[in-house]
């Protein structure tokens, strides 16, 4: 089992930067990829980025040049280091942890409101 963790959310004007934070803990070895993922209400939930063991970076167009993510595979956490921030990145931002055989594991969310 792994236990995700996410911080850093809060509300911000636009134009402005966050950074979240999510640590695992549990049977962390067996993680594969990490990801962030973002949910407003009455949508779907959308990928934001995600991060290889390896350090392979995949993200959304949406936030291409904008959004970084990174990941300390010592530490067991993976970041997401959000600037120029946009009214319409106002979502409910998840972590995602997904193992080598294909379980998924979700954080509780963390809030990021985007002010204009």
Do not use: H
Request: charged share 20%.
């Amino acid at each position: 089992q792994v236990q995700l963790v996410e911080s850093g959310g809060g509300l911000v004007q636009g134009g402005g930067s966050l950074r979240l934070s999510c640590a695992a803990s549990g049977r962390t070895f067996s993680i594969n990829d990490m990801g962030w993922y973002r949910q407003a209400p009455g949508k779907q939930r959308d990928l934001v980025a995600t991060i290889s063991k390896s350090g392979r970076t995949n993200y959304a167009d949406s936030v291409k040049g904008r959004f970084t993510i990174s990941r300390d595979n010592a530490k067991n956490i993976v970041y997401l280091q959000m600037n120029s921030l946009k009214p319409e990145d106002t979502a409910v931002y998840y972590c995602n942890a997904k193992m080598y055989l294909s379980t998924d594991y979700w954080g509780q969310g963390t809030q990021v409101t985007v002010s204009s």
